[in-house]
C-alpha cells in the first residue's frame, strides 16, 4: 500500500488493523493470467511511483517510391488487345439487342459496323505487337485509330434492358454463354446451339457451291472496307472447282439431337427410319427390330425425304443446307459396328458356329478356334483385295467388317 501523503500513524493502524475497513482480505484477490503478467503485476505493487512503460517500436524508414515510368507503344499494344476484342463483342451483342426495336435501327446498324471496325482492329493490332520486328509508328497509329472509336462507343452504349435471351438466336455465342442464358432449360440451349450451327453451315455451303468468297457477311453485313475479305469478295475460291453437301453423318445421340427426331434408339419405336419396334416385354412383337429376314414387315415401311416432311413432329434446321435430304443423314459405322453390335454379336456368332459344328478338329479349344478364324479371315481379305487389320485371338470385336461378311458367307447354314 502506497500513499501520495503521510499520515499518522494512528490513522494508518485504524485504517489497516483488524476491524478497519482495509484490513487484509478485505479487497478481492487479483489473480494474472499468466506468468509474466504476475511478474508485472507484483512490480507495479511493490514499487512506489514505477510504472510499465510499453517499448516504442522503432519508427520505419520512409520507402522511396519507385519512378513510374511511361509504357513504350508497344506495352500500351499489348495491353490494348484484349480490350479491342472484349469491345467488339459487346458492340455486336448490343447491336443485335437494339436491331428491330422502334427508332433504334440506325443505331444498331452503327453498333455493328464498330464491332466488326474493331474486329479489324484487334485482328491488326494483335499481329503488329506479335511481330518479329514490330514497326513502333503502325502500333501508334494503330493506337489513335481505337482509342477514337473507343470514344465513340462511350458515348453511344445504352442499356436496352431487353432479356438478352430473346436476341440469342441472331448472335454466335460459345456455349458458356448459352448456358447462362438458359441455366434452366439445358434442351433449349442444345437446340440453340445446333440450329446456329445448321444456319453458319447452310450460308457457308451457299457460297461453296457457287464457287466463289461470299460479298456478305453471315448476318448481312457488309464487309469493312479496305479488308481482307473485302478484297476476296466475289473472287473465286478454287479456280473452277465448287463445293456442295454430301451427307451428314454422326452417331445416333448427335443425330437425333441434330435433327430433333422423335423416334431414336432409346425409345420403344426405336429407328427414326422405318417403324421398326424395339420390344419391351419378352412377348413377340411383328415389327421386332430383331427379325433379320429379307421379309421382315419394317423392310417396307422405310420413309423418304417426302414422307419424312409430312409426318415430322419438328423439321430438322439442316433443312436450310442446299441439297439436303432426309435419306443423306447416313449411319455412322464406327460407332454402330466396331464400337456397338460388332462388338457384342461377333463372339456371340462365332461361337454358335461352333456349336453348330464348324470347327477345325475335334474338341479343340475356343483359344484355338479363334486364332484359326483370325487367320482364315485375314487370308480372305487378302484374296480379296480389301485391307488387312490385323487381329488379336483375344479381341476380335474389331475386326474388318468386309471380312466378317465374306466369314459368315462361307460358313455352313
Not at 462511350?154 to 460459345?174: F, H, Q, S, Y
Request: glycine share 6%; hydrophobic share 35%.
Amino acid at each position: 500500500m502506497s500513499a501520495t501523503r503521510k499520515v499518522g500513524t494512528e490513522l494508518q493502524a485504524a485504517l489497516t488493523g483488524e476491524d478497519g475497513p482495509l484490513q487484509s482480505g478485505a479487497l478481492p484477490a487479483i489473480r494474472a493470467a499468466s506468468e509474466q503478467g504476475a511478474k508485472h503485476l507484483y512490480s507495479a505493487l511493490d514499487d512506489e511511483g514505477k510504472s510499465i512503460v510499453k517499448p516504442k517500436k522503432p519508427k520505419k524508414e520512409k520507402e522511396e517510391g519507385e519512378e513510374v515510368k511511361p509504357k513504350t507503344p508497344l506495352e500500351l499494344g499489348r495491353d490494348l488487345v484484349p480490350a479491342v476484342l472484349d469491345e467488339a463483342t459487346k458492340a455486336r451483342t448490343k447491336g443485335i439487342q437494339l436491331k428491330g426495336m422502334e427508332f433504334a435501327d440506325q443505331l444498331s446498324k452503327q453498333l455493328l459496323d464498330h464491332g466488326s471496325a474493331m474486329e479489324g482492329c484487334y485482328s491488326d493490332l494483335k499481329s503488329a505487337v506479335e511481330a518479329t520486328s514490330p514497326n513502333l509508328d503502325k502500333i501508334k497509329a494503330l493506337i489513335s485509330k481505337v482509342q477514337i472509336k473507343r470514344d465513340w462507343f462511350k458515348k453511344a452504349e445504352v442499356d436496352t434492358g431487353e432479356d438478352p435471351r430473346e436476341c440469342v438466336a441472331n448472335v454466335l455465342l460459345p456455349h458458356e454463354v448459352f448456358g447462362a442464358l438458359y441455366a434452366r432449360d439445358p434442351d433449349q440451349v442444345r437446340e440453340g446451339v445446333n440450329k446456329t450451327i445448321a444456319e453458319v453451315t447452310a450460308w457457308s455451303l451457299h457460297y461453296a457451291a457457287l464457287g466463289r468468297y461470299p460479298d456478305q457477311g453471315f448476318y448481312g453485313e457488309a464487309f469493312e472496307k479496305n479488308s481482307y475479305r473485302e478484297s476476296l469478295c466475289g473472287n473465286r475460291i478454287a479456280g473452277n472447282f465448287k463445293l456442295t453437301y454430301f451427307g451428314f453423318k454422326a452417331d445416333l445421340k448427335a443425330r437425333h439431337q441434330c435433327h430433333l427426331l422423335s423416334d431414336y434408339y432409346l425409345c420403344k419405336k426405336m429407328c427414326d427410319r422405318c417403324k421398326a419396334i424395339q420390344p419391351m416385354t419378352s412377348a413377340p412383337h411383328p415389327m421386332t427390330y430383331k427379325n433379320m429376314a429379307d421379309n421382315a414387315p419394317y423392310v417396307t415401311t422405310c420413309k423418304d425425304h417426302g414422307e419424312y416432311l409430312r409426318t415430322a413432329r419438328r423439321i430438322t434446321p439442316w433443312i436450310a443446307v442446299e441439297g439436303f435430304q432426309f435419306e443423306t443423314i447416313s449411319f455412322d459405322v464406327m460407332h454402330l459396328i466396331f464400337l456397338g453390335v460388332a462388338r457384342n454379336h461377333v463372339p456371340s456368332v462365332l461361337k454358335l458356329l461352333k456349336t453348330f459344328g464348324y470347327h477345325y478338329s475335334p474338341a479343340e479349344s475356343d483359344e484355338k478356334f479363334l486364332q484359326r478364324v483370325s487367320l482364315e479371315m485375314k487370308q480372305d481379305c487378302k484374296d480379296h483385295g480389301f485391307p488387312v487389320q490385323i487381329l488379336s485371338p483375344s479381341f476380335l470385336c474389331v475386326w474388318n467388317l468386309c471380312a466378317l461378311v465374306l466369314f459368315l458367307a462361307r460358313s455352313p447354314t
